[in-house]
């Protein structure tokens, strides 16, 4: 049964930097894409980034073009979510997801992580 597990969420202020992790255990992690995906307060889930099962492609949201940066690391079995020039928008809980697919088509997840809390606040 494929696990995922986030870290590094927290409180920061509007400008500043967090960098999460996804660690997969499980499943084949270097044969699946995998995801981000944020739920903000009061708001639905919301597809941020994906990543090709060996990075050759990478796919993000409008929202976060140019400001989030999706990458992954094989042999740690570990996927991080760089998230620079953050907006009090940003706020909310941020999830990583994947479904057996080595490409990001849409976003559909078959499991999830419990999720990391990154509020962004002055």
């Known amino acids: 049964e494929a696990q995922l597990v986030e870290s590094g969420g927290g409180l920061v202020q509007p400008g500043e930097s967090l960098t999460l992790s996804c660690t997969a255990s499980g499943f084949d992690f270097e044969r699946w894409a995998m995801s981000w995906v944020r739920q903000r307060p009061g708001q639905g889930l919301e597809w941020v980034a994906a990543i090709a099962s060996h990075s050759r492609n990478l796919y993000y949201s409008d929202s976060v073009k140019g400001r989030f940066t999706i990458s992954r690391d094989n042999a740690a079995n570990t996927m991080y979510l760089q998230l620079n020039s953050l907006k009090t928008e940003d706020t909310g809980m941020y999830y990583c997801?994947?479904?057996?697919?080595?490409?990001?088509?849409?976003?559909?997840?078959?499991?999830w992580g419990q999720g990391t809390q990154v509020t962004v606040s002055s």
């Open positions: 997801a994947t479904r057996p697919n080595p490409d990001f088509w849409v976003p559909e997840f078959d499991y």
